[in-house]
T-cell receptor, first 116, second 113 residues
Framework: NAGVTQTPKFRVLKTGQSMTLLCAQD?????MYWYRQDPGMGLRLIHY???????AKGEVPDGYNVSRLKKQNFLLGLESAAPSQTSVYFC???????????????FGPGTRLLVL | GESVGLHLPTLSVQEGDNSIINCAYS??????FIWYKQESGKGPQFIID?????DKRQGQRVTVLLNKTVKHLSLQIAATQPGDSAVYFC????????????FGPGTSLSVIP
């Protein structure tokens, strides 16, 4: 199993540009999540999905959109990048909630995004 | 509450000693807690978890203690090794709102050889 993979690993954008971050998991997980991690702060949830075709807003959804067209993929889009979106983005996945103790989220390696 | 600081608390430990990393959680309704390890340039990795109906759980070289009275969680690492150097953070969540996982800002553990 590759687990959770993210593409790209690093990207530099200019203000106003758009891009899509791709997350893929091969564990047949129902739940997928996008977080951002900023220096000195805990992970903050951007959007999440509880199954194919579903998405929901997290704590900091503004400026981002997501899609879950296939169970194994969760895409995070930035339509018009801003310097405030400079961060490290982590994707995670998990089994359905409270399923035999397998609630743990498995994280990808992260995507470092710099918006100039 | 959420930390807005730019500097993580740092713990320096001599190799072979035991490490204790503390976490104060925010929501008294939280009933599931997780400790993660994050090495530089990598994603968080699950270490150990504990439910609110327990006050102690042991893994391999790690022990988590939960004190619900003061909303405190600790991670103990026995015989700390250089490979344990990383940022450790706790997370809390509730059975009724799993999307609301709250992550702490973390503690940076540095192991001195």
């Amino acid at each position: 199993n590759a687990g959770v993979t993210q593409t790209p690993k690093f990207r530099v954008l200019k203000t106003g540009q758009s891009m899509t971050l791709l997350c893929a998991q091969d564990m047949n997980h129902e739940y997928m999540y996008w977080y951002r991690q900023d220096p000195g702060m805990g992970l903050r949830l951007i959007h999440y999905s509880v199954g194919e075709g579903t998405t929901a807003k997290g704590e900091v959804p503004d400026g981002y959109n997501v899609s879950r067209l296939k169970k194994q993929n969760f895409l995070l889009g930035l339509e018009s990048a801003a310097p405030s979106q400079t961060s490290v983005y982590f994707c995670a996945s998990s089994y359905s909630i409270w399923t035999g103790g397998k609630e743990t989220q498995y994280f990808g390696p992260g995507t470092r995004l710099l918006v100039l | 509450g959420e930390s807005v600081g730019l500097h993580l608390p740092t713990l320096s430990v001599q190799e072979g000693d035991n490490s204790i990393i503390n976490c104060a959680y925010s929501n008294s309704a939280s009933d599931y807690f997780i400790w993660y390890k994050q090495e530089s340039g990598k994603g968080p990795q699950f270490i150990i978890d504990i439910r609110s109906n327990m006050d102690k759980r042991q893994g391999q070289r790690v022990t988590v203690l939960l004190n619900k009275t003061v909303k405190h969680l600790s991670l103990q690492i026995a015989a700390t090794q250089p490979g344990d150097s990383a940022v450790y953070f706790c997370a809390e969540t509730q059975k009724t709102s799993y999307d609301k996982v709250i992550f702490g800002p973390g503690t940076s553990l540095s192991v001195i050889p």
